[in-house]
């Protein structure tokens, strides 16, 4: 045991940053200003100015000798009345955006080209023209390779340039972050949902009639599953149940090759089969003529390719799932089905949840998290000395540090996705939950 009082405060630390760049980015989550709000306070009692930067790298990818950085326009000063009463606070104090001043660079030899670097280069002069000493970059796996991508660009400057040491914190309602057990607004996403979800199976069981909600989480089925236990759904499906018998393959031609190639898809008619099978058992075994089916939005990746004609991608290369409408599509899909098995006509109502769910007022626990990890960007940078490390957190809120090297692919500069791996103790437990069909 330590021999400082455990009610002394954290001793100052000798440090030469002057000013520190707060940066967010993509979604956003419930209890973002927690973390940009203790992160801040972390460094402004310590005597180090914060620079709130606006909207994500929209305003700094811009930077040039004809477009300055303004304040109050593309960033702010960050004080101790801008964050009065504010880590409990709903939205997000800096703003988001999703520009991608990395989207040209998808191999490390592209360093090397100045039209691919030029997006970071810009964001890079952009922060040193304001006086910044390091960043804080707060986002989703998107946002980590940015992060990554700004450190090597750095990396490779001479050896007498200035470098802007970068920390960043793991932000993602879907919770499929590598490198961290849950992420910050999770518990309150799921909670909102969950909310949603009970709700609606009152409705259903008023009408004795089905609801085929469609939740948020593009990569992985975190977000989708505990919406589902929570909100005591009748079957929860993910990317992770599109393996067996309810996934295939078509052949597509690779755009960038012209070659022909191998890409999974869903089962469209196993998958639809195995809700209707759900649906028919709740009525057969339990008298049961109502029901709520979770499904995750991710699930439109795995589309087979007529459905995705002409969806445009964004600057991350993630195809525009709102204009899919995969639960209107499902179901539909699965009302015939019905009709065609049983002869009676079933009211599926499709329903989009997710957006009401990322500014929601935070739950303690994800405040709690959420500080956690501001405080621990001003531990790593000032306390440690830290560069190019992701702010993690294990067991009960400790702090640890995991390297961008150990979470991007070096070679590809790609992140990892965390999956829900396959018969997890955390998806046995919505099989537990759900009703039971025995699939023969």
Known sequence: MSDQSSLSPPPAANTNFRRVAILFAGGPAPAANAVISAAAISFLRNGIEVV?????????????????????????????????????????????????????ISSPKHFDDPERVAPLKAVYDGLCSIGVDALISIGGDDTLKTANKLKMYQDRLPDDAKRVPVVHLPKTIDNDY????????????????????????????????????????RSAGWLAYGAAIAGEASLVISVEDIVGQYRSEEEVVDTETGEMTMRPIMHMRNVINRIVDTMRVREDQDGKQFGVIVIAEGLAEYLPQEYLEGVPRDDHGHISIAQIDLGRQMARM??????????????????????????????????????????????ALVEDGRNGVMVSIKGQLELTYVPFEDLVNPETLITTVRFIPSGADFQMLARFLETYVNER
């Open 178 to 217: 590598t490198g961290i057990d849950f992420t910050f607004g999770y518990f309150t996403a799921v909670e909102t949902l969950a909310e949603e979800l009970r709700n609606v199976v009152m409705d259903a069981e008023a009408n004795k009639a089905y609801f085929l909600a469609e939740t948020m989480g």
């Open 334 to 379: 699965v009302a015939e089905e019905y009709t065609r098995q049983t002869g009676r006509a079933k009211k599926i109502t499709p329903l989009q949840l997710g957006y009401e769910s990322r500014c929601a007022k935070p739950h303690a626990y994800d405040v709690m998290l959420g500080s956690q990890l501001g405080v621990g960007a001003y531990r």
């Open 52 to 104: 709130g930067v606006k909207y994500g790298y929209s305003g700094l990818i811009q930077f040039g000798p004809d477009r300055p950085l303004e304040e109050n326009r593309d960033y702010l000063l960050v004080d101790q009345a801008t964050l009065r009463r504010t880590r409990n606070s709903q939205g997000i104090l800096i703003g988001t955006a999703r520009d991608n001043p990395g989207k040209l």
